[in-house]
């Protein structure tokens, strides 16, 4: 299947900042998902998007899929270390069904 | 509800051996997932099935690899021979439709000596 990239593949970030990472498609999608993987553990959803231009939030995380569907941003405002983890956003366009490579988020205290 | 079900956790053997991973997935889930991941590789897609039927097998890296979904409560995925770069953690996951989410269970960590 044809994988999303996201950018960037690690991030480092002090504790109590602020990070983006970004999911890119070439093809329009119909959704996209997002998962966490916290280290050992196994992905677990975050939240769907299916609208152009769609923003939801959950607490410091806030989701938006582009105006084109072909592109999605995770926000994390003043990271935490429960934040560490790997983040992955997954296409899902009739049925063909591939996660990007994720971006792994270590956090320093 | 138990969530996705993954036996066994940790596997430990020896190259040439078989190996066989199994997955419950949640009960009325329509579509199951087997995945790999690897440091290297990350997460990839092995093989689904949907309605017990494999759908798309193109993920699965050799003949050494099957699976099968007998009924809609349980799949297998057989190594044989098993060999050392196929240590990985194996997911299994299920879902309502092909787009809706997908639950993971919590994977089988196999290391092949």
């Known amino acids: 299947g044809q994988q999303v990239m996201q950018i960037p593949q690690y991030q480092h970030v002090q504790e109590g900042e602020d990070f983006t990472t970004y999911c890119n498609s070439s093809?329009?999608?119909?959704?996209i998902q997002w998962y966490k993987q916290r280290p050992g553990g196994h992905p677990v959803f975050l939240i769907q998007?299916?609208?152009?231009?769609e923003v939801k939030k959950q607490k410091r995380l806030t989701f938006q899929f582009g105006e084109a569907k072909k592109n999605s941003s995770l926000h994390i405002t003043a990271t935490q270390t429960t934040d560490v983890g790997t983040y992955f956003c997954?296409?899902?366009?009739?049925?063909?069904?591939?996660f990007g490579a994720g971006t792994t988020v270590t956090v320093r205290a | 509800d138990a969530g996705v079900i993954q036996s066994p956790r940790h596997e430990v053997t020896e190259m040439g051996q078989e190996v066989t991973l199994r997955c419950k997935p949640i009960?009325?889930?329509?579509?199951l997932f087997w995945y790999r991941q690897t440091m290297m590789r990350g997460l990839e897609l092995l093989i689904y099935?949907?309605?017990?039927?494999?759908?798309?097998d193109s993920g699965m890296p050799e003949d050494r690899f099957s699976a099968k979904m007998p009924n809609a409560s349980f799949s297998t995925l057989k190594i044989q021979p098993s060999e050392p770069r196929d240590s990985a953690v194996y997911f299994c996951?299920?879902?309502?439709?092909?787009?809706?989410?997908?639950?993971f269970g919590p994977g089988t960590r196999l290391l092949v000596l």
């Open positions: 996951a299920s879902s309502l439709g092909g787009e809706g989410t997908q639950y």
């Open positions: 093809t329009t999608l119909s959704n």
């Open positions: 998007l299916v609208k152009s231009g």
């Open positions: 997954e296409r899902s366009n009739d049925y063909k069904l591939s």
């Open positions: 009960s009325g889930h329509d579509y």
């Open positions: 099935f949907n309605n017990n039927v494999p759908i798309d």
